[in-house]
């Protein structure tokens, strides 16, 4: 059996595995995730703008109602992403709502697990291989520089390493190179090139009267007011000399390895708690992690506002300048000068745009770094509503 029928069988019995696990667990499973959803949709119901509703509506095909369901299991798997891994610990394997947001599922390599991921609400997936065996993998791969490399990530539907490269050989050298098991290993062979999106006149924020990026989210450092944005969009010393934005001065900056930096601006500038939609504005309310599978919207100043769903964390990213770790995978489209933009899914915070491929026309693939290791760097405090 050659290594690409191998593969594809061993993501086939993943699936089958999973399906028959769903199967037999779905009444439980379903019966209480309905009624944390049910709970969940209460909290939501009058605390959600009308604008949010009619985008989910618009961008799956729902209705009203099923909008308010669809957010109310993304909170629901927000909070279990928060809880399961620690409870799982090794057996541990991923977390993620289905296409429908019908289901949330979590992948394990222990059936023991199954009871347990039930009462909580969950489908549970059994697989062959933990997410800490996957992440190793990954990261043994990720600092390897190859021509035709694009990058990496983990994808926790298929219990794989992806591997996105030029073509099968340069795949097959990486994983050599890296000295991993190539059974972890799916390769994708029609991934594009990615670059980062930046170097566009126009407003938003121009940094040394050159070039344009687009804010990220309004943040301060003790009482020093501010935003974070794409490490790419400036170093450490650069001016923010015009734009939308208050002229500033980028405090500290990360590009490659991440893809992160914050601006201070002056001390009587205001700070909104609240995101362009450019046709109306969605406030900021925390920075809680969504779940893979949830819905997710980026604004940026080529495109504006786009939406789509979280597909993978922790992507490796093989740029022109250099790697980017970390990242978070994306459906949603993205251009140049959209870099630095935010990406908000409901109400909360989950990062600034970094690069991608495709367009806006023909859609594409778009990356973000999270917003959580900016703050946390920087002593950095997120402006919310």
């Not at 539907?157 to 290993?185: F, H, K, Q, R």
């Not at 450490?236 to 900056?253: C, I, K, L, Y």
């Not at 080529?302 to 964390?313: I, K």
Request: glycine share 10%; net charge negative.
């Amino acid at each position: 059996m050659n290594r690409q029928r191998a593969l594809a069988v061993t993501a086939a019995g993943a699936i089958a595995t999973a399906l028959s696990l769903a199967a037999g667990a779905a009444p439980a499973s379903a019966e209480i995730l309905d009624a944390k959803a049910e709970q969940a949709r209460a909290e939501l119901t009058g605390n959600v703008s009308e604008t949010l509703i009619s985008e989910l509506q618009d961008t799956f095909g729902l209705t009203e109602a099923e909008a308010y369901d669809r957010l109310a299991v993304e909170d629901v798997a927000a909070d279990l992403l928060e809880e399961v891994p620690a409870d799982l610990d090794e057996s541990y394997a991923g977390l993620w709502v289905s296409e429908d947001a019908d289901e949330i599922f979590v992948a394990t390599t222990d059936a023991a697990d199954t009871t347990g991921l039930r009462a909580e609400g969950a489908t549970p997936v059994l697989v062959e291989h933990d997410l800490a065996t996957l992440e190793d993998a990954a990261a043994a791969v990720s600092p390897i520089s190859m021509d035709g490399y694009y990058g990496n990530y983990v994808d926790v539907v298929n219990n794989t390493l992806v591997i996105e490269a030029a073509d099968a050989a340069t795949a097959a050298g990486l994983i050599e190179a890296a000295g991993i098991d190539p059974s972890l290993v799916t390769v994708d062979t029609a991934a594009e090139a990615p670059q980062t999106y930046f170097v566009r006149g126009g407003d938003a924020y121009i940094v040394e009267n050159s070039w344009r990026c687009s804010v990220g989210f309004s943040v301060r450092q003790g009482s020093t007011p501010g935003f974070v944005t794409a490490g790419h969009c400036g170093s450490a010393g650069d001016q923010v000399t015009s734009g939308e934005a208050a002229p500033g001065t980028f405090r500290n900056s990360v590009f490659p390895s991440a893809d992160r930096a914050w601006v201070a601006v002056g001390s009587g500038e205001q700070l909104l708690d609240d995101v362009n939609m450019y046709s109306g504005t969605r406030d900021v309310a925390n920075a809680t992690q969504a779940a893979i599978g949830s819905s997710i919207c980026r604004s940026g100043s080529t495109t504006g506002w786009h939406c789509g769903t979280v597909q993978a964390f922790n992507q490796t990213v093989n740029y022109a300048e250099g790697s980017v770790f970390g990242m978070t995978r994306t459906n949603v489209c993205a251009e140049p000068g959209d870099s630095g933009g935010s990406f908000i899914s409901g109400n909360s915070a989950q990062g600034m745009t970094s690069g991608g491929s495709g367009n806006c026309s023909s859609g594409g693939t778009t990356y973000f770094q999270p917003i959580g290791p900016a703050l946390s760097a920087w002593g950095l405090t997120l402006v919310t509503s």
